[in-house]
């Protein structure tokens, strides 16, 4: 889930989280399991995902629901499960086999015996094609246990022989002993010996190869039930003795993996830092342009993004500060392109400097820099460029072909705007950024302009151009 939910796996976030839900259930934490799966449907709903991953969350979801006791819920869930399953291309008879059985379930949870017969009817034509035996069986079993609701003893009894007949011969999936149970208690209050002892039979066969607690309780349960009613009260008792002890090492069990889940989540959590700071810092690598290490274009862009999208959401700011490095071709032309390529360092390193969390700045190409600020005054803005290039001249890089003292000097155009509808990408910033600049050039460089945006029926749509001394 961790890993999942910054990308756009929706379908896998969602199966992530049923799986989540169905631990906390089984360790009866149902408050937990329901929020899990209220937010996997969130997640379905959001992004109108049908099918099977939907169809979990609402199975799922109607679970939760019974157990908290809210049936009606679960079988207006289950409803729509079914609908979502039948209109998939592929036919899935094994699940639509498993939501049919749990909507009968609910309907017979209900007291709807009529409701949960003709759901279960709907499945005949299919059943048998399903060739899983053991839902096969618990289809069996449900049409018994809702005929004896009926008093309908007679398909009741040939439903019980027929499931008994489809039992599985060495072990028994958890739906089906929840099944003989609720057979057993419909056999137990008929008298019926005969097809309660054949249940009792299979428990035993079962007890030799089942060797989870949790399907030990099941068994030591019904066999307990069936000692009681037959009048074996010695037997029942040491039933009853044997599930007390069974049901303390099931807690235990349970604290047990509850201390391994939180280790192991604190580890995975520990491990998706580790991974994410590697990710990171990769990104950023990729990002830097080997000579300065300052954003490439491809880092920019991602940067700026991400700082148009804040500012859009909070009304803040975004500027831009485009740097240019005055009459560059007359330095290579007279000191050569390596000591070009130290200046340009010298430049970069004086950006960097800028930088923090709200200010990054990247070599946009040749001698130009572009920088990039989120949720700062124009003031704030204006003084970054003006130590930027107060720096350079403090350095007096020499530059004879420079008519401004002879030394390296800096032309920077300067704009912070508000985004907007009309303006919301990286290239509206740099433009307006690139006519300040322009502005910069044209007043003979070594100069910083910010582009003023006032008044828009003022002349030039309420565009000034504004001098910053320095």
Same mark, same amino acid.
């Given at each position: 889930m961790t890993v999942l939910k910054d990308t756009k796996a929706y379908e896998l976030l969602v199966r992530s989280y049923v799986s989540l839900s169905l631990v906390y259930t089984n360790q009866d934490n149902l408050q937990t399991a329901m929020e899990i799966d209220e937010t996997a449907y969130r997640i379905v709903r959001k992004h109108r995902i049908r099918g099977q991953a939907r169809a979990k969350v609402l199975n799922s979801l109607a679970a939760n629901y019974t157990m908290l006791g809210d049936i009606q819920k679960s079988i207006c869930l289950l409803k729509e499960c079914l609908s979502l399953i039948e209109e998939s291309p592929e036919e899935d008879l094994i699940g639509r086999a498993k939501i049919t059985l749990n909507l009968a379930a609910y309907?017979?949870?209900?007291?709807?015996?009529?409701?949960? %017969? +003709?759901?279960?009817? *709907?499945m005949a034509p299919w059943i048998d094609q399903v060739g899983f035996r053991a839902l096969q069986c618990d289809y069996y079993?449900? =049409?018994?246990?809702?005929?004896?609701?009926?008093?309908?003893e007679k398909p009741g009894n040939a439903y019980a022989d027929t499931a008994l007949d489809l039992l599985p011969k060495d072990c028994c999936p958890m739906p089906v002993y929840d099944d003989l149970k609720d057979l057993l208690r419909y056999l137990l209050v008929r008298k019926d010996k005969a097809r309660a002892g054949r249940v009792f039979k299979a428990m035993s066969g079962f007890e030799k190869n089942e060797n989870s607690t949790i399907q030990q309780i099941y068994i030591c349960r019904i066999r307990a039930d069936y000692y009681r009613v037959f009048g074996e009260p010695e037997q029942a008792v040491a039933c009853y003795d044997k599930l007390m002890g069974l049901l303390d090492r099931q807690k235990e069990e349970t604290q047990e993996i509850q201390r391994k889940q939180v280790k192991r989540l604190k580890e995975a959590d520990s491990e998706i830092r580790k991974l994410n700071r590697e990710i990171q810092k990769n990104e950023e690598m990729v990002s830097l342009e080997p000579m300065t290490k300052l954003l490439n274009r491809?880092? =920019? =862009? %991602?940067?700026?993004?991400?700082?148009?999208? +804040?500012?859009?959401?909070?009304?803040?700011?975004?500027?831009?500060?485009?740097? +240019?490095? +005055?009459?560059?071709?007359?330095?290579?032309?007279?000191?050569g392109h390596s000591r070009g390529d130290e200046i340009i360092r010298e430049v970069a390193d004086a950006c960097r400097k800028e930088e923090t969390k709200n200010v990054r700045f990247s070599r946009y190409g040749g001698d130009e820099f572009f920088g990039i600020t989120r949720g700062l005054t124009d003031e704030k803005v204006c003084n970054i460029a003006r130590r930027i290039a107060k720096t350079i001249r403090d350095a007096n890089l020499p530059h004879v072909n420079n008519p401004n003292g002879g030394r390296i000097t800096l032309s920077i155009g300067v704009?912070?705007?508000?985004?907007?509808?009309?303006?919301? *990408?990286i290239l509206d910033i740099a433009n307006n950024a690139d006519k300040a600049l322009y502005y910069a050039k044209s007043a003979g460089k070594d100069v910083i302009f910010q582009q003023v945006i006032g008044d828009p029926k003022a002349g030039d749509g309420g565009v000034t151009y504004v001098k910053i001394p320095f």
């Open positions: 309907y017979e949870d209900n007291k709807e015996p009529e409701k949960s %017969r +003709d759901t279960l009817m *709907t079993l449900r =049409l018994a246990s809702v005929s004896y609701m009926m008093e309908d491809l880092g =920019l =862009l %991602r940067v700026s993004s991400e700082f148009i999208d +804040d500012a859009s959401k909070t009304t803040g700011k975004v500027g831009a500060i485009f740097v +240019d490095i +005055d009459f560059f071709k007359e330095c290579n032309d007279t000191y704009v912070n705007m508000t985004i907007n509808d009309r303006t919301n *990408t």
